[in-house]
């Protein structure tokens, strides 16, 4: 790992962070339709904010999980940390070096082995032909594919690519750790070994975000749980207050749907 960051400052901190897209409203059924309309002025258009007035500060070494129901924005955070994607608003400021595993198969060339593939991702992170080069055989290891690393990475399962990435991931030195549903896929033993490598992460005080619809194992593993809805943080705090929090929010909506649904059959 990296040198230990001081911990009376925030290795990452962000303020007023926004983002949002614009999408149009309705659609072009036709080819033809969109000929006659191309450069229409006046296209009515839906502003969707994927983050809104976000204020996030977290401590060297905090394991943070982040929950919430799809399209809350989670993704879109890990993305303005790792500097993916530019904020519309606002400031993020991070210390140190991010190792992410944002999406299965990001950064890899499925043209390329399985090993090329390791050297492409290890430039991008921006490491030296060497230093992968050092770590080469433990991550072909930990991804269990010594004898697959010299195919074609287009030959690959969706778990071999997440085994490959996650491995590759991990085996760099770096400060902040970002993972964003990555433990949904794979088989259980596979599992199992990436949550004992978070954890040895975590006993050596790396920051890790994980994001995950898992909430047993943000339960387990994280310090502290911000749960995202609508682009904003509805709560912050310690793991076992914020889930049981979101529990009672997705019981509630669960009623109501359920009281609409009676409603609508009566009718």
Same mark, same amino acid.
């Given at each position: 790992m990296s040198?230990?960051?001081?911990?009376? +400052? #925030?290795?990452? +901190?962000?303020?007023? @962070?926004? @983002?949002?897209?614009?999408? #149009?409203?309705?659609?072009?059924?036709? =080819?033809?339709? /969109? @000929?006659?309309? =191309?450069g229409q002025i006046g296209q009515p258009y839906e502003d969707i904010w994927a983050l809104r007035d976000i204020d996030l500060s977290v401590a060297p070494g905090e394991v943070m999980g982040v929950i919430g129901r799809n399209g809350a924005g989670k993704s879109t955070l890990l993305s303005v940390i790792s500097r993916v994607l530019k904020p519309e608003s606002g400031t993020v400021k991070v210390c140190g070096r991010i190792a992410p595993l944002l999406a299965l198969g990001a950064g890899f060339d499925p043209e390329l082995s399985g090993q090329e593939n390791i050297f492409l991702n290890g430039a991008l992170l921006g490491f030296t032909k060497q230093a992968v080069q050092e770590r080469l055989a433990s991550i072909v290891e930990f991804a269990e594919l010594q004898d697959f690393i010299d195919a074609p990475l287009k030959t690959y399962s969706a778990g071999m690519m997440t085994r490959l990435g996650f491995s590759i991931a991990t085996?760099?030195?770096?400060?902040?750790?970002? @993972?964003d549903e990555v433990l949904a896929v794979g088989d259980e033993? /596979?599992?199992?070994?990436c949550e004992n490598r978070i954890r040895t992460f975590r006993d050596q005080h790396m920051t890790i975000f994980m994001v995950s619809h898992d909430l047993q194992t943000v339960q387990d593993m994280c310090t502290r749980v911000i749960w995202l809805e609508k682009g904003r943080i509805a709560a912050s705090g310690d793991p076992h207050t914020v889930i049981e929090q979101y529990h009672d929010f997705m019981a509630q909506r669960e009623s109501l749907s359920e009281e609409q649904r009676q409603g609508s059959l009566r009718w």
């Amino acid at each position: 790992m990296s040198s230990p960051l001081s911990s009376a +400052d #925030p290795i990452i +901190d962000l303020r007023g @962070v926004s @983002v949002h897209y614009r999408v #149009p409203k309705g659609r072009r059924r036709s =080819f033809k339709q /969109f @000929v006659l309309h =191309f450069g229409q002025i006046g296209q009515p258009y839906e502003d969707i904010w994927a983050l809104r007035d976000i204020d996030l500060s977290v401590a060297p070494g905090e394991v943070m999980g982040v929950i919430g129901r799809n399209g809350a924005g989670k993704s879109t955070l890990l993305s303005v940390i790792s500097r993916v994607l530019k904020p519309e608003s606002g400031t993020v400021k991070v210390c140190g070096r991010i190792a992410p595993l944002l999406a299965l198969g990001a950064g890899f060339d499925p043209e390329l082995s399985g090993q090329e593939n390791i050297f492409l991702n290890g430039a991008l992170l921006g490491f030296t032909k060497q230093a992968v080069q050092e770590r080469l055989a433990s991550i072909v290891e930990f991804a269990e594919l010594q004898d697959f690393i010299d195919a074609p990475l287009k030959t690959y399962s969706a778990g071999m690519m997440t085994r490959l990435g996650f491995s590759i991931a991990t085996s760099i030195e770096a400060d902040i750790l970002l @993972v964003d549903e990555v433990l949904a896929v794979g088989d259980e033993n /596979f599992r199992r070994k990436c949550e004992n490598r978070i954890r040895t992460f975590r006993d050596q005080h790396m920051t890790i975000f994980m994001v995950s619809h898992d909430l047993q194992t943000v339960q387990d593993m994280c310090t502290r749980v911000i749960w995202l809805e609508k682009g904003r943080i509805a709560a912050s705090g310690d793991p076992h207050t914020v889930i049981e929090q979101y529990h009672d929010f997705m019981a509630q909506r669960e009623s109501l749907s359920e009281e609409q649904r009676q409603g609508s059959l009566r009718w």
